[in-house]
């Protein structure tokens, strides 16, 4: 069964550093999402891409994020400048309809910011 | 964009028949209604999607009544491996702002 994966799994940075979240989605889907969840949360959902740029963002993805789907596989979130309350599991995930349908999720990375 | 409210928690033993009723009750036209399960540290994963009466697959039911303010997630016979939280939401192609709600934690006890 496809799936979709992300790497690395755990990533430890310092604060204002920079980190970049890889993912490699359903290789015939065609939408993209990223959501983060911090410890004990609910998902938040960040941004989605379709047709290579953004259809929809939320709040939270503000100038410090961006997402780029470097070649026909990949699709990379980028954080800016990491901040403590940034330290969250980040998930990708994938469709091949839009965003009300049927998503597939990636395992996540778990991001610390220290 | 519709919002969804389910109970918080709810408790099962193995073997059980589990029902968790969302309510959404400014659900749109064109909006389906779609269950997730989550397990710790992992990835949502979809469980279930219908749009109106009943859906059913090899690991749930899904109920919808007429007026589709509300949404059942029926899981037959549940066992501890069934101990996750459930996410309903509601949303079509335009809807790209999927709110996901605190969710339904459930404990299957032995």
């Known amino acids: 069964e496809p799936e979709v994966t992300q790497t690395p799994s755990h990533q430890v940075t310092q604060m204002g550093q920079e980190v970049i979240l890889r993912c490699v989605p359903i290789?015939?889907?065609?939408?993209f999402y990223w959501y983060r969840q911090i410890l004990g949360q609910k998902v938040e959902f960040l941004v989605s891409f379709y047709n290579n740029e953004i259809s929809e963002k939320s709040e939270i993805f503000d100038d410090q994020f961006s997402v780029e789907r470097p070649d026909g596989s990949n699709f990379t979130l980028k954080i800016r400048s990491t901040k403590l309350e940034d330290s969250a599991m980040y998930f990708c995930a994938s469709s091949e309809r839009g965003m009300g349908y049927e998503q597939y999720f990636g395992p996540g990375t778990r991001l610390t910011v220290t | 964009l519709a919002k969804t409210t389910q109970p918080i928690s709810m408790d099962s033993y193995e073997g059980q028949e589990v029902n968790i009723t969302c309510s959404h009750n400014?659900?749109?036209?064109?909006?389906?209604i779609t269950w997730y399960q989550q397990f710790p540290s992992q990835g949502p994963r979809f469980i279930i999607q219908g749009y109106k009466t009943k859906v059913t697959n090899e690991v749930a039911s899904l109920f919808i009544p007429a007026d589709r303010k509300s949404s059942t997630l029926s899981l037959p016979r549940v066992s501890l491996s069934d101990t996750a939280v459930y996410y309903c939401l509601v949303g079509d192609d335009s809807n790209y702002q999927l709110i996901w709600g605190a969710g339904t934690k459930l404990i299957i006890k032995p």
């Open positions: 400014n659900i749109a036209t064109n909006d389906y």
């Open positions: 290789s015939n889907h065609l939408y």
